[in-house]
């Protein structure tokens, strides 16, 4: 390794280059520094050249390109780790013998900021971010990153960090103590200078040596029910919550042991697999090979139409990607408000401490609001977002077609209508995408991307780099009702309504699926967004209905009474104060009179039954979609189902979960959905869950 030191790069994508007395350790293994195998040998390596080499008081590590170390290879943690493992890694920092600086930019993230937290100090470029998101995935920091945090920031905001999987900004870390200084101008050499003080003062810094910050029982207490709560009791977080607690009680190494043994047990649980499952359908989700080399429009201006919850949501969405907005609405009096939910919205999270007055002053700068249709010109991009009904739409488009500028993009935020037949209201149809934004649109990661029949590949590009720019987790989906997230839903909808009519009411379905894991069960979702919307959309839907098909008229029965969920306060439940919910005997009846009127003998259906042909009809669906080319791969349908209708992200999405039940028991799954289902039943090919 000493030709390493004089700059020849070593062969485990780590190299040493030369500060006068101080060692620069480099870590180049694109794309973000991953601390893969060989990059922890060639740690090692390097770490045993500064202690051999009496030329080096000390050393520096950062990375190449765009971050030090975004995490670690997460393909490595299905199988038994290789050695060297980055406890190792660390244990060889410090136990060098000379101080060792982290230099941080980009992201530190996971094993990378552990790494960072076993060096004798931490400085980082501005923008750096910094965390320990492994909880996320199921497992817990296993190299340290229990014991270490905890000493630098306390137990109480340890928990809170890990436990989230917080992204603390640079600014933010220096307050709280992770780190020793925050580097505007050349990061290197501050490093090299520090590294060069700490070898002049003859001590080392470890971390691991300080002692822990005297804790408050009641904010440790808070933030562990808090972390709970929000973790939905997930084994990794009550797991992080007891690693991070051995600080406080048990010597280091001994704490570090254990941590490390609860971190092998986690890695390996179905849990963790679901989740680093989902972690790369997600990554997979964006890739689209057919586009390669077509180039996206530029796009600087956009016009939001319509003014309303959904509308308002999207021009924040798009004022925080750094476009121009332009919110424009035929009723001054709608357009008022939504222009006062915009502002409204900056000024609360200035006011939170959570934008600076300078971002906030940028974003209003930015936006503008208008009545007037002939402004349409000015957008690059104008996304439609007014009443879901399909005559409304086209004329909407029919007014839009003849006031934007040729090559301007237009989407519509269609959540389950044609987009053809929206298209086709134009004669540009080419130029039209769908953009589906889940509510609140500032704030859901998942935009689904509807490519029509006509849609031409570079304004599918577009509408892909648009939802990159605003943030978004960008699925494409081809143009069929509900497209794939809305579709999968209706079908569970509609067997838990199946449900309803054999012997089940809407409290034990909800609390069947809500102990499976769903953020809410389906008939408290449908009062939160109104019985009337889907009762509005199967009227559309009546005349084109197989007659043979079963159909529940529960729902509709409950709408001719008025009861529209939330908002009427009484839908699937009673809400007497407009907020807690209730059963209803009311609800009941409707439902044990539906039964009787189809001469069915209602039964006791348990919560293994319930959440078993719930998730059967999600698969079944799922299934048809791929069938028809509605989702490309497999992962996309489990990527929209997890991040915008609750599935339980450490189940893996609806087909993950069918997979994990085997060809065979899925076959006679099927066949006995398929019975229950009766003769309109539609039975997906289910090998197609498993291709891709």
Sequence with gaps: MNAAVAG???????RIERDGDVAVVIIDNPPVNAASAHVRRGLVEALGTLRQDIGLCGAVIMGAGSSFIAGS??????????????????????????????????????????????????????????????????????AGGTQRLPRLVGVARAIRMVCSGERVPAVQALELGVLDGVVEEDLRAAACAHARMLAAQGARRRVRDLPLPVGDAAAIEAATRAALRAGRNQPAVRAAIDAIGLAASTPIDAALAEERRMFQELRIAPDAHALRYQFFAERDAARQPALAGVTARPIRRIAVLGAGTMGSGIAISALDGGFEVLLLDQDPDALARGRQRVLDHYSSRAHASRLEPGQMAQRVDRFAATTAWERLVEADMVIEAVFEDLAVKQEVFRKIDAIARPGALLASNTSYLDLDAIAGATWRPQDVVGLHFFSPAHVMRLLEVVQGRATAPDALATGLETARRLGKLPVVAGNAFGFIGNRIYAAYRRQCEFMLEEGAYPEQ??????????????????????????????RSQAASRDPGARYVDIPDRLCELGRFGRKTGAGYYAYADGKDKAADPLVAEVIDAASASKGIVRRRLDSTEIQRRALLAMANEAALLLADGVAQRPGDIDVVLVNGFGFPRWEGGPVYWARQRGRDLLATDMDFLAALGGPGFDRGRIELLDKG
């Design 509 to 538: 379905v909800d609390s069947a699926l809500e102990a499976f894991g769903f953020a809410m069960g389906p008939f408290a979702v449908a009062d939160m967004s109104g019985l009337d919307i889907a009762w509005r959309m199967r």
């Design 73 to 142: 290879d997460l393909r490595e943690f299905g199988q038994a780790l290789q050695d060297p493992q980055l406890p190792e890694v660390i244990a060889a920092i410090e136990g060098c013998g000379k101080p060792v600086v982290a230099a941080l930019h980009g992201a530190a993230f996971g094993g990378g900021f552990e790494l960072a937290l076993g060096c004798d100090a931490r400085l980082a470029a501005p923008r750096t971010l910094v965390g320990l998101p492994e909880v996320t995935l199921g497992i817990i920091p296993g």
């Design 8 to 14: 020849v790069i070593a062969t485990n994508g780590v």
